[in-house]
């Protein structure tokens, strides 16, 4: 069992940067892949970014390509999300998951992940 929580949410103005966390319980989280995604009010969860089980590979939403990346640190079982040039439509809860696989193929299906962090609150706004 993989439990994930996340911090470093917060209000921020457009332009400006952030640095989201999500620290895993238990050294299984090194085996997995891992995501982001988000979900904006009256909106679906959508996916924003995913990186492989030792961090060599990524994979990103359009929105947010060169904008964002996603990092791992598997020495201290945490996953970063670094968000820069922040727009009005990044706003929206962020969530950490995972998954049982090495790789990031089908990353972005939110099917594929079973582990889950409570989520965390980004608002960007002037």
């Known amino acids: 069992q993989v439990q994930l929580v996340e911090s470093g949410g917060g209000l921020v103005h457009p332009g400006e940067s952030l640095r989201v966390s999500c620290a895993a319980s238990g050294r299984t989280l090194l085996l997995y892949s891992a995501g982001w995604f988000r979900q904006a009010p009256g909106k679906e969860r959508e996916f924003v970014a995913a990186?492989?089980?030792?961090?060599?590979?990524?994979t990103y939403a359009d929105s947010v390509k060169g904008r964002f990346t996603i990092s791992r640190d598997n020495a201290k079982y945490t996953v970063y999300l670094q968000m820069n040039s922040l727009k009005p439509d990044d706003t929206a809860v962020y969530y950490c998951?995972?998954?049982?696989?090495?790789?990031?193929?089908?990353?972005?299906?939110?099917?594929?992940?079973?582990?889950w962090g409570q989520g965390t609150q980004v608002t960007v706004s002037s």
């Open positions: 990186v492989n089980w030792n961090g060599g590979s990524t």
């Open positions: 998951a995972a998954r049982r696989r090495y790789d990031l193929g089908t990353a972005g299906s939110e099917d594929e992940y079973v582990f």
